[in-house]
């Protein structure tokens, strides 16, 4: 696979030399001349200098061709959306992944269609909403193009819906549940399953069908 | 008619200036209180503190009954993808954008966004100077 990699930071340069590993090749363009410098070192030739926002630098790289995939992990979330809408709609590559810096400018690349995007901040913060035990609906996956979102449930001793069976539930609409897990062990749930504190239940919901989920499941 | 003005460097303070003379209501949106001087001591106009893609400033800023919206701040992507969200997500219709890059411009042109390319009129406008002046002299010569 040819993949062409706009920014060569950290997370730039350590994606090249993971996907050199696996034997791709990799295009990877950076501005900045001393770390062009640095990088130039450890890539050789696969490194082009200059600015991946502009067409004769992503042309020089390589983007006619097209890649199979074009990644854009600049630091600057302006330069990222404008390299996807560039390789997407005028080089037609099929495949783009776009970094987010800041979480506030998710918000433009949905608008833009800029998908997916991989958000460090927001990867910390599900993370943390994970390991802090008293937070309640966890959200584990987006399906941007489905609109459609995976959740973990903690069910509590002050859940309403501790000691019941599935089918006793008013499952809200727009929701279901997928499956609990219980002593280290996930069981498919079906309407028989009963539900016990300490369960952890996965659900999958459209947007806004939290808050029902939450007073069917958790809010007594 | 109203117009959000984002970016109050040389270009935007000017533009901002002209349309609050031609009896516009202006709003100026820059991150830089200092630049507010550029709109001169007798600025009446509204001038707002903060980031073009701020979606909760833009609203404040009043681009949903906007008119027009002119982004021309120093960065072309920056601009670019403030252009495309005041079209897109407030549907102004009329935004005008400011990009330096011939290029970018006119690929982002060819997608429905009017920008306008400081550089590209540059280069026109000297190219066809220089014509003039060579069909000036060959003239000259002739007579």
């Known amino acids: 696979m040819y993949v062409l990699i706009a920014g060569g930071g950290k997370v730039g340069a350590n994606v090249t030399r993971s996907l050199l590993r ?125 609109e459609l979102e995976i959740v973990e449930v903690p069910i509590g001793a002050d859940s309403p819906s501790s000691g019941k069976r599935i089918e006793q539930l008013k499952m809200p609409d727009g929701t279901r549940l997928i499956s609990v897990a219980r002593e280290g062990r996930s069981e498919i749930a079906t309407g028989s399953t009963k539900l016990e504190v300490g369960d952890r239940v996965l659900a999958i919901l459209q947007p806004g069908c939290e808050d029902e989920l939450r007073r069917v499941l958790l809010k007594h | 008619m109203k117009a959000i003005i984002i970016g109050c460097g040389r270009t935007g303070s000017s533009v901002a200036r002209h349309l609050h003379d031609a009896g516009w209501e202006v709003v100026v949106v820059d991150e830089d209180e200092e630049v507010l001087s550029n709109l001169g001591a007798r600025w009446a106009g509204r001038f707002i503190v903060g980031h073009g893609l701020d979606i909760d400033m833009l609203v404040e800023s009043g681009i949903e009954s906007a008119d027009a919206v002119v982004v021309s701040t120093d960065g072309d992507n920056t601009n670019i993808v403030i252009g495309l969200i005041a079209q897109r997500r407030f549907h102004v219709e009329r935004v005008v954008v400011r990009v330096l890059d011939p290029a970018r411009a006119a690929f982002f042109a060819e997608r429905g966004l009017h920008t306008v390319c400081p550089t590209s009129i540059a280069i026109g406008a000297l190219t066809e100077a220089a014509l003039v002046s060579e069909t000036v002299s060959t003239e000259g010569a002739s007579i």
């Open chain 1, 22 to 146: 696996q034997n791709h090749e990799v295009t990877i363009i950076e501005q900045r001349p001393d770390r062009f410098r640095v990088l130039e070192e450890e890539f050789d030739y696969r490194v082009q200098r200059g600015d991946a926002t502009e067409l004769h630098v992503l042309e020089r790289a390589g983007i006619g061709r097209p890649p199979d995939l074009v990644l854009a992990v600049t630091g600057d979330d302006e330069d990222n959306i404008v390299i996807c809408e560039i390789a997407r709609k005028r080089y037609f590559a099929p495949k783009v992944i776009a970094r987010v810096n800041d979480p506030r400018n998710q918000t433009h690349f949905d608008l833009l269609g800029v998908a997916p995007t991989v958000c460090a901040t927001s990867s910390i913060m599900a993370l943390i909403e994970h390991e802090v035990p008293e937070s309640d609906i966890i959200r584990l996956l987006q399906l941007r193009d489905d």
